[in-house]
Nanobody, 122 residues
Framework: QVQLVESGGGLVQPGGSLRLSCATS????????MGWYRQAPGKERELVAT???????NYGNSVKGRFTISKDNAKNTVFLQMNSLKPEDTGIYYC????????????????WGQGTPVTVSE
């Protein structure tokens, strides 16, 4: 089983920055892809950014040029640096991991953190 623990959310003014962290309970090399998704009130969960074991990166259109995903393999941790934050970036940010090694019938190889709230407001 893969456990994910997020941290770093909070309240920030428009134009500000935050860095989110997601620590895994397993060796990050045993995870095929990690990423961040977010869910705003009343909206569906959407892709923010993903990074594969081979460091292939993908961003959601709304965050391109403002957010950067990275990982520290030695610390089994993925980061999301968020700059030039806007009120529409407000939401719960969830860490996600996909692992073929830890796949089972019950989890389908997909794991989620508990979420960390981000609020962008004056």
């Amino acid at each position: 089983q893969v456990q994910l623990v997020e941290s770093g959310g909070g309240l920030v003014q428009p134009g500000g920055s935050l860095r989110l962290s997601c620590a895994t309970s397993v060796n990050i090399f045993d995870i095929n892809q990690m990423g961040w998704y977010r869910q705003a009130p009343g909206k569906e969960r959407e892709l923010v950014a993903t990074i594969t074991r081979a460091n292939n990166i993908n961003y959601g259109n709304s965050v391109k040029g403002r957010f950067t995903i990275s990982k520290d393999n030695a610390k089994n941790t993925v980061f999301l640096q968020m700059n030039s934050l806007k009120p529409e970036d407000t939401g719960i940010y969830y860490c996600n991991a996909r692992s073929a090694l830890y796949e089972s019938a019950s989890n389908g190889g997909t794991f989620w953190g508990q979420g960390t709230p981000v609020t962008v407001s004056e």
